[in-house]
Structure formats: structure tokens, C-alpha cells
């Protein structure tokens, strides 16, 4: 029996595995969004940085694993069958859960995640214990569990995001007030002092979070703790000292100051939040090597009290998951994108907003403009001039391709590890996830970079960020005690099953991501449009974005207008449903797509713009027609054929196949035209267009008078055909349009 213990704990290895690639590709953000932001370094002297603060991390970390071994249960009550399952639990149920997170592109808390599995799983197992055992009722739960932990996480979130946000504000306010966006000449007077205390913060974070247990005790960190103010004083005369000179020799010494955050931030997380990856792995590993030497082979008796005691890692297990972490950072594509949500819910300028307006949003928009406007009357005028000078976005310096300058990156990171270093002495169960996330918020609203235009979408990403930390917690609780009650009552035979459904589920998530980033990949043309400033240029990419919308509109169309008429012709449902998810997904594109060209409208010389709007809206309608034209044909058809009424008579499909002959190839020379910007045949495609939009006509009637005439005639057929006809006829109409608009929006200027 033990051989199949050893193999559990085979699969919670390989477990830990993905569990170090899928936590680290959601925790990275914390010390990496700051960094890439605001372009300080290249990316791979910030993955450098970074990896080495992970290496020091993890190799100065205790290894001690209490939150898995005992934080939420007390494993002396529990035997070792139980402790396998529910840790096998914890890890199928937390890697999903966190894969989805990274999926979606939102940060999460490992910690969160671990903790509520841990909670879910041990009071799945302690309700069966109790149902099984008479002397003990529904109060003995508390003897099995520990409540307080989860209690102190939920406390986590809230202090987090209100602390966090309302310092991220208030710093940054003051920090641009002095610095303005023009910040090079008061940063050669001041920079190195503001630099200097910054790095004071960060060094001090780095001793006492990130290398605490190895310093515990140290006659010097004692010493420094007994002094502290004097110390930090000292420290920051000597760092601005040092940094004085280094700037004399036109050294950046904010960069210095970025990548330090980086590296102490990388750090502490590595060495605290090891835990929330390997924790479990490693507490299955010791339950078995307790097993065997003490079990007996009595795996449903033998208590794990073993577990109540402290146990190190050995520092080979450390190492190995250091540099898989590290793997994970640089290569993870999920990483990227849980990185690019925190960036962009930041960003300075307009840009791509991925999410969308919610009702809550705009009342707190709203709301906020109102106390500003009141606000503003009381301030005097000169004193509200004299401020939005320190604030002119016009200023801004911005590296190519950042999303907001270094000033406000120094203030993310000292900040965030200001606040965790200070939440850790005094108690307060601050999140490291939740922490960074808000300060960034908090600094970008400061910053002024939720202007009208964005604002509603930048307080949506938010709360559905912070909504779904919540959520996190709800999720890993339910999910985690189905899980390990599952596996309870099913045995090996239901592990086995959950560890291919999480498999599967992995490379089904990996496989549609890949699918996502290659057609965000795209529209890579939109990026170099925010990025330049040459309004000319930006006017020649608009040119060629839009030209590619409507030329992919066009193809689309075609493909999905050829597919319905094969599905009812083939009678195929499947190939109907097809159509129908296609048409719904094309159709959020295109609303994204408008948005995006919208953004760049804005940025193209002014002339231009007011010449050349009526025809963009024209074609972006027209885009949205070919949707709507669409859904009105197949709907019916897909009612017609599910419900197996009878089929279109012969002479009818051979109609419609003529017709689809003819659009096609209206279509293909559209979508040429489009494409290539000559038009050469413009004219006569339109008289083509006209003479089969008469010919559809003609059809209809010659439908409508064999109805009248033929009192046999089969009446849904009839009519559903006349839809056909009559959305053909509008597929036409809605070609010429598009056709015509394209053209005026991208012919030559005079």
C-alpha cells in the first residue's frame, strides 16, 4: 500500500511544478510591472535583477512551510490517508484556479489561493470525521480547523486596498507637485536626496521582510531595530551621498533606485511566498517519510501529529524551485499578460481599454467629478493654475514605448515595500499582491492618467480586479472541498481522474491562450499609433488599420454568408452553430476595433479628422451591418433546421447557389479594392452590385406570386427563403456602402 503513497507524492511533485509556473506567472507582477512600465532597463537586465533577487530569495529562505503543515488544520487530528487527499486536493484545486487567473490576465494572491484550499479541503475531511463519529457534534469543528488564519486574510484584502490606495495617492501627489512632469532639472537639485531616502526604504524592506529569517538574531539587525531612527538617518545620508556623485557622472539614479525595488521586491517574495508553491509538496514528502518509519503500514489510523512540529527545506529542494521560478518569469506568455493588465490599468495615455464600463464605475466617476467641481471653487485660481502646471501631461517624459515615467515607478515600488516592511512589524496582515497592485492605482489616479476618457474603464479593471480577489477566496474554498470530498469517497480511482482533468485542463487553457496572443498579435499597427507622436505618421497607420479592418470584414463576411447557405442547403446544425459563434466574437471585435481607431482619430491631424469622419463611421457601420445582416438571416435558418422542418426544394438551393456565386464574387473584388486602395473597377462593381440587388428583387416577387398561386405551397419554406433573399439583397446594399466609404476614407489627399 505504501508503493501507492510514493506515488501520490510523485504527483504532488510534479503538481509543485506547475504550481511554481502558474503562481509565479500570476506573482511576478508584484515586482516586475513597475520595472517594464516604465521601460527603466531592458527586459532582460529586469529579468536579471529580478532573478537574482529570486535566487537570494529562496536560498536565505527558512523553508519553513507551517502554513502548509499546520496553519489551518491541526494535522494531529487527521491520519495520513486524510492529510494525502486533502493536499492532493489543495494542489489540483489551487493550480486550476490559479491558471484561470492567468488566463484572464488579472493578479491574484498565491497566499489567498493556498489558504482557502487548505480551509476548504480541511473542512471537507473534518465534516465527514464528524458525521462518522457520534460523541463528537457540528462545535467540534473548531478543534479540526483554524479559523482565525482565514479571518486574517479576508482583513488582508480590505486593509490592503484601502491603505495601499490612499498612501499611492497622496505620495505620488506629492511627489509630481515637487517633481512636475518635467522632472529633469529639480531631479539634478533634489533628485539624488529623493533617491537616497527611496533606497533607504528599500534597503530597510530588504533586510527586515526579505531577509529576516536569516537575520533574525544578528547583533547587528538588533542593533539597528534598538536605533532605528538613527539608522535610517545614516543610511540616507550615505545613499544620497553615493547617489550624488554617481548622477555627477550622468548616471539615471532613478533607474539604480527602479531595479532596486525590483531586486527587493523579488526578494522577500521568493523568500515569503515559497510556501504558497512547494509548501504542500514538501509537507506530503515528510508525511510519507513519517508514514514509514512510524506507520506500521496503518495508513487510516496513523496520526500526523508529526506535522505540528517546524521542518527546513533541504536547500537542493530550494534551489531547484528558485530556478523554475525563474523559467516561469521569463518564458510564461501568461506572465506577460497578467503584467500587461496592471500596466495598462496605468498607463499615462489613452490606450486599448480591455475592460469595459459598469454601472458602479460611472456613478463613482460621477460622483468624483462632483466633489472635484466643489472642491475647485473653494481652491483659489491661482493656486488651481499653479497645480495643473506641475501636472501638464503635455511635459511628460516618457522612454519609447512606456506606459508612465520613472518617477512614478521609484514611487510604486519604495512604497509598496515601505508598506509591506511596516504592515510586517506591526502586524497588519498587508498582502504583497494587494499592496503593489493599489499603490499603482492609487498613483496613476494621482497622476492624472484616468482622465474623462478612460476613467470609467480604469475604475471598472479595478474593481473587477479587486472583486475577483474575493472571489479567490469563495472559488478555492468550494472547489477544493468538492475536490477532496470526491476523492474521499471515490478513492484512487476519482485522483486519478481529477489528475488527468487537470492536465487536460491546462493544455486546453495553454492552448487557447496561445490562439488569444496570436490574434492580439495582429494589431500590432494600433501599438506604433499610441506610441508616435507625429501626427502624419499616425494618420498613415490609421490609414493602413482601418484599410485591414474592413478588409478582414469583408473576407469574413463572405466566408460566413458561403457557410450559412451550405448549412441550409446540408441541413447542418453543427455547421449553423458554428456561424453563429463566430458572428458573436467578430462582433466584440469590431466594437474593439472602433474604439481603437476612434483613440487614433484623435491623434491624426485636425483637417483630416473632420474631413475624413463621416466616411470612418460609414465603414465601421458598415462593418457592424455585415454582423446584423447575418444574425437576421441565420437565425431563422438554425431554428428551421433544429427543429427538422422540411428542407428548401431543389430549385430554390439552386437559385441560392447562384446567388451565392454572384456575392462571392462582388465580395473578392471588394475586399481587393480594399486591401490595395485601387479602385480602378470601383464604378463597375457598383453597377454589378446594383444589377443583382434587381435581380434579388425580381426573385422575391417571382416567390411571393407562386405563394398566391399555389395554395400547396409549403409556407415556412417560403418564407424562409424570402429571408434569405431579402438579407442577400441587404448583404449587398451594406457591400456598396462599405465599399464607397473605404474609398473615400483612404483616397489620396488633394
Not at 539597528?224 to 535610517?232: A, I, T
Not at 533541504?314 to 518569469?329: C, R, S, T
Amino acid at each position: 500500500m505504501s508503493e501507492i503513497y510514493t506515488v501520490i507524492v510523485g504527483i504532488l511533485g510534479i503538481l509543485a511544478i506547475s504550481g511554481l509556473f502558474v503562481g509565479v506567472t500570476n506573482d511576478a507582477v508584484n515586482f516586475l510591472n513597475s520595472a517594464i512600465g516604465s521601460k527603466a532597463a531592458p527586459m532582460r537586465t529586469i529579468l536579471l535583477v529580478a532573478s537574482i533577487g529570486i535566487i537570494i530569495g529562496v536560498v536565505t529562505s527558512s523553508g519553513m512551510m507551517e502554513v502548509a503543515r499546520s496553519g489551518m488544520f491541526n494535522p494531529g487530528l487527521f491520519t495520513f490517508h486524510e492529510v494525502m487527499m486533502l493536499y492532493l486536493g489543495v494542489m489540483f484545486a489551487n493550480i486550476i484556479l490559479l491558471d484561470l487567473y492567468n488566463s484572464w490576465g488579472l493578479p491574484t494572491s498565491t497566499t489567498v489561493s493556498l489558504i482557502f484550499c487548505l480551509l476548504g479541503s480541511a473542512i471537507a475531511v473534518s465534516i465527514y470525521k464528524i458525521s462518522n463519529t457520534p460523541d463528537l457534534g457540528v462545535g467540534a469543528l473548531g478543534q479540526f480547523i483554524n479559523t482565525s488564519r482565514a479571518m486574517g486574510i479576508v482583513s488582508a484584502i480590505l486593509l490592503s486596498v484601502v491603505i495601499a490606495f490612499t498612501c499611492g495617492t497622496f505620495v505620488m501627489y506629492v511627489s509630481r507637485t515637487i517633481f512636475s512632469f518635467r522632472y529633469t532639472l529639480p531631479f539634478r537639485r533634489f533628485g539624488s536626496m529623493w533617491c537616497g531616502a527611496s533606497l533607504t526604504a528599500i534597503v530597510y524592506f530588504a533586510v527586515f521582510k526579505g531577509l529576516k529569517s536569516i537575520l533574525a538574531g544578528h547583533d547587528f539587525v538588533t542593533m539597528v531595530d534598538n536605533h532605528l531612527l538613527l539608522s535610517l538617518l545614516i543610511c540616507w545620508v550615505v545613499c544620497s551621498l553615493l547617489l550624488f556623485f554617481i548622477q555627477r557622472f550622468k548616471i539615471n539614479i532613478l533607474r539604480i533606485t527602479i531595479l532596486s525595488g525590483t531586486f527587493a521586491l523579488a526578494l522577500a517574495f521568493a523568500g515569503n511566498d515559497l510556501v504558497n508553491f512547494i509548501g504542500v509538496p514538501l509537507a506530503g514528502l515528510d508525511s510519507l517519510n513519517d508514514f514509514l518509519a512510524n506507520g506500521h503500514g496503518n495508513y487510516d489510523s496513523f496520526m500526523m501529529d508529526s506535522l505540528m512540529t517546524s521542518a527546513k527545506s533541504p536547500l537542493l529542494y530550494l534551489l531547484i524551485a528558485g530556478i523554475i521560478m525563474i523559467i516561469a518569469m521569463a518564458t510564461s506568455k501568461k506572465a506577460q499578460n497578467v503584467v500587461k493588465t496592471s500596466v495598462d490599468l496605468s498607463r499615462q495615455d489613452e490606450g486599448d481599454e480591455m475592460f469595459g464600463s459598469s454601472r458602479v464605475a460611472r456613478s463613482m466617476v460621477r460622483a468624483t467629478q462632483d466633489i472635484g467641481e466643489t472642491v475647485s471653487k473653494i481652491i483659489p485660481v491661482k493656486a488651481i493654475k499653479w497645480i495643473d502646471s506641475r501636472f501638464n501631461k503635455e511635459e511628460v517624459i516618457l522612454a519609447q514605448g512606456a506606459a508612465f515615467d520613472e518617477v512614478r515607478a521609484a514611487v510604486n515600488l519604495v512604497l509598496a515595500a515601505l508598506l509591506i516592511v511596516v504592515g510586517t512589524n506591526y502586524k497588519l496582515p498587508l498582502s504583497t499582491t494587494y499592496v503593489t497592485f493599489m499603490v499603482a492605482m492609487g498613483s496613476s489616479l494621482a497622476d492624472r492618467a484616468w482622465s474623462r476618457e478612460s476613467a470609467v474603464f480604469r475604475v471598472t479593471g479595478v474593481i473587477s480586479v479587486i472583486g475577483g480577489w474575493f472571489v479567490t477566496a469563495g472559488v478555492a474554498f468550494a472547489v477544493c472541498a468538492i475536490v477532496c470530498a470526491l476523492m474521499h469517497f471515490g478513492g484512487f480511482i476519482v485522483m486519478i481522474a481529477f489528475m488527468c482533468l487537470d492536465i487536460y485542463l491546462l493544455w486546453r487553457s495553454n492552448r487557447n491562450y496561445a490562439k488569444k496572443v496570436k490574434e492580439e498579435k495582429k494589431d500590432d499597427v494600433f501599438q506604433l499609433m499610441m506610441r508616435t507622436k507625429d501626427k502624419e505618421i499616425v494618420w498613415d497607420l490609421l490609414s493602413k488599420h482601418v484599410a485591414r479592418t474592413q478588409s478582414f470584414v469583408t473576407r469574413f463576411a463572405l466566408e460566413q454568408y458561403n457557410r450559412i447557405v451550405e448549412g441550409i442547403s446540408n441541413e447542418s446544425l453543427r455547421e449553423l452553430r458554428h456561424c453563429g459563434n463566430a458572428l458573436k466574437e467578430e462582433q466584440s471585435q469590431l466594437k474593439k476595433f472602433r474604439r481603437k481607431e476612434l483613440l487614433a482619430m484623435r491623434r491624426i491631424p485636425g483637417d483630416i479628422a473632420i474631413e475624413r469622419n463621416t466616411w470612418f463611421h460609414l465603414g465601421a457601420n458598415s462593418n457592424q451591418q455585415f454582423i446584423y445582416c447575418l444574425k437576421r438571416m441565420l437565425d431563422p435558418i438554425k431554428e428551421h433546421v433544429d427543429n427538422n422542418f422540411n428542407p428548401l426544394p431543389k430549385v430554390y438551393l439552386n437559385e441560392l447557389e447562384s446567388v451565392r456565386r454572384k456575392i462571392s464574387e462582388l465580395m473578392n473584388h471588394t475586399e481587393q479594392m480594399i486591401s490595395t486602395n485601387r479602385y480602378d473597377l470601383y464604378q463597375e462593381t457598383l453597377a454589378i452590385a446594383e444589377e443583382l440587388k434587381e435581380e434579388l428583387s425580381a426573385m422575391r416577387k417571382n416567390v411571393i406570386d407562386h405563394m398566391y398561386q399555389d395554395n400547396s405551397t409549403n409556407l415556412k419554406v417560403s418564407l424562409l427563403y424570402l429571408n434569405i433573399l431579402q438579407e442577400s439583397q441587404e448583404f449587398v446594399s451594406i457591400m456598396r456602402h462599405q465599399l464607397r466609404a473605404a474609398r473615400k476614407f483612404l483616397e489620396e489627399r488633394q
